[in-house]
């Protein structure tokens, strides 16, 4: 195996009737070498895969850069040698392949130019392969085989080949077939007709099951613990149901480490026993976190958190906020359902002082949550939440009492969770109240938000959006927590946070029953950590759609991807006229 010094592409061996062949592949692999190193020249009318198999296998760079008389002939004779391999490898056997050689001058190193014809290229005529077993009514393979890319007509490459041997040896492992084997795999290669036949007989005999399902004690109810798995005994056995099971206890807060394993194979029952050990997390936990943004200034967050308050795996969790506008404390209590996975029930409270331009706002809230997570992973909120409001905005100064129902349904799906090039973000609440259930004012408001980030070029386009929408006669009986407001870092970049809205005969933001604010932006990587940004901002918040007012701005930042998550610096300014740049300091995740 070679591996190319400045690129390091993957080389990848096989064994063919006693002929070594390699496969491997670079990207924009270089032209020539550095000026102290051998330089390798290859001519002909080749693919870039051709191209740069050879490049990688025949190197240059475990050669002497001046190599004495006795050598030249010895690495004409490898280059020659592994040139015809690299082909061989992408179906190419009848090359013809000329060296020459360059000698060394003064301090720069020999340079070998090799002129390739390749010839035809030999194509797969038939793929023949043979299940004995219970194998052959096993979807899996004939996946295996369909993705193999070996059909009749296909160009014959050896890693193809190689690959799809692997791929059904490592099936009959992980589907339980612990009597199975690959007894057949042979490659027949016709040079003269340019044509490949695959053979393959695979002896899969019975598919086991799985059998007893043995877990070590831990101070949990076996209920719950059980409840994670993903397999059950008697039926059939699956790695990927192992797998899948260890994500799940490790995607929990009890255990620190989850280790599954085969712990007895049984040729008389069939059956496969499984071993599951369990380490517990430290029961208490304290929680400290730190962000910062131009919205809020500094925060700091502190907490303490019970992970397993009973054996039913209840857990509670106590923290505060602090920054210059926001000071809370809150209180969680969480109880997992069914699937503790997917289903759970919060029990909260809070309270919340909150301090801005716009507005005045103490808040104490009550509520619980049931959240479960859907199979087709949208996330589903249904809340009932009591709320107690003093707040004074513009001219306004009241106290609002609400008992609120809820619902809330919102997904995120990206390629990284925390800079993904590709990936959307998706989510609506709808949320009221009415007189008659003890509440100060009748309403039903819905907020709706969306964010798509996808490649383009070089870099990322980031779109969002979101709208929010209220029911309810005069905004004024809506407490200030509930009113829509717009600018700011995560709204519309050039104008202060919470700045715009309706207003009332003093020019004060008073907030509004509506709100509509997108963006869109490009962002493009000038290094590893490093990108610059320019984007557009739009949107207010309103009480008529007759009235809406749009706010536009336009800008331009960097963003750092720093080892607590992206951090954003924005300079933008509004469109509207007389408005100065805003610095605009935000972080964490993108969606």
């Known amino acids: 195996m070679r591996t190319e010094r400045r690129r390091r592409p993957l080389a990848l061996r096989a064994l063919l009737s006693g002929l070594p062949l390699v496969l491997a592949f670079t990207v924009n692999a270089p032209a020539r070498a550095a000026d102290n190193e051998p330089v390798l020249t290859i001519k002909g009318d080749l693919h870039d895969e ?10 240059l760079d475990d050669a002497a850069c001046q190599p004495g008389p006795g050598q030249k002939a010895l690495i004409l004779r490898q280059v020659r040698n592994r040139s015809e ?11 013809d392949i000329v060296p020459q050689w360059q000698d060394a001058t003064g301090d720069a190193c020999f340079g070998v130019t090799l002129t390739i014809t390749p010839g035809p290229r030999t194509k797969v005529e038939t793929l023949s392969i043979t299940f004995n077993g219970e194998a052959q009514q096993d979807p899996a393979f004939q996946n295996a085989i369909d993705k193999a890319s070996l059909s009749p007509g296909d160009p014959l490459r050896h890693d193809r080949y190689e690959a799809l041997k692997r ?14 084997s690959l007894s057949t795999h042979r490659l027949e290669v016709d040079r003269a007709r340019h044509r490949a036949r695959v053979v393959m007989v695979v002896d899969s005999g019975p598919r086991y099951s799985v059998g007893e399902i ?5 101070p949990l109810d076996p209920r719950l613990v059980n409840a994670y798995l993903r397999f059950a005994s008697g039926e059939p056995f699956n790695n990927e149901r192992l797998l899948a099971t260890q994500q799940a206890y ?34 208490w936990a304290l929680l400290t976190g730190v962000g910062v943004s131009t919205d809020t200034g500094p925060r700091l967050r502190l907490g303490i958190e019970n992970r397993r308050i009973n054996s039913a795996g209840h857990r509670a969790r106590a923290e505060t906020e602090l920054s210059d506008l926001r000071q809370g404390v809150g209180v969680n209590y969480q109880i997992p359902l069914r699937d503790p996975n997917t289903e759970r029930l919060d029990l909260h409270t809070r309270y919340l002082n909150e301090i801005t331009d716009t507005r005045e706002s103490e808040t104490i809230s009550t ?19 009591y709320l107690q409001e003093n707040f004074d905005v513009a001219d306004q100064a009241d106290h609002i009492e609400l008992i609120m129902p809820g619902i809330q349904i919102s997904r995120v799906h990206a390629d990284d969770p925390i800079y993904p090039r590709w990936g959307w973000r998706l989510g609506v609440k709808v949320r009221g109240a009415h007189e008659s259930m003890a509440s100060s004012s009748s309403f039903v408001q819905a907020d709706s938000w969306a964010k798509l980030v996808v490649p383009l070029g070089k870099g990322r386009l980031l779109t969002r959006a979101e709208v929010g929408y209220t029911e309810i006669d005069n905004v004024r009986n809506l407490p200030a927590s509930l009113r829509f407001f717009a600018g700011g870092d995560s709204s519309v970049r050039g104008f202060a946070y919470e700045s715009l809205g309706p207003t009332n005969d003093d020019d004060e933001v008073i907030g509004g029953r509506h709100l509509l604010v997108t963006s869109v932006e490009y962002d ?12 557009s901002d739009a949107g207010n918040a309103f009480n008529d759609f007759n009235d809406y007012d749009v706010e536009r701005s336009a800008g331009f930042g960097v963003r750092w991807r720093s080892p607590l998550g992206p951090i954003r610096l924005d300079l933008a300014r509004g469109l509207s006229g007389g408005d100065t740049w805003r610095l605009h300091l935000s972080m964490g995740p993108d969606l």
């Open 214 to 218: 043995t877990i070590n004690e831990v």
């Open 85 to 95: 391999e690299a082909m061989q490898a992408l179906g190419y056997y009848q090359p």
């Open 524 to 535: 493009r990587p000038i290094s590893r950590q490093w990108s610059l940004a320019v984007f």
């Open 167 to 180: 791929r059904l040896q490592q099936l009959l492992i992980d589907r339980g077939y612990a009597e199975g």
């Open 250 to 283: 490790m995607g929990t807060s009890y255990f620190s480490a989850a280790r599954l394993e085969r712990s007895k194979v049984n040729a008389d029952s069939k059956t496969i026993d499984v071993g599951i050990n369990l380490t517990m997390r430290n029961r």
């Open 367 to 385: 509520g619980v949550d049931y959240i479960r997570e859907l199979p087709s992973k949208w996330v589903v909120t249904t809340s009932l939440e």
């Open 50 to 59: 051709v191209r740069d198999n050879v490049r990688v296998l025949v190197g």
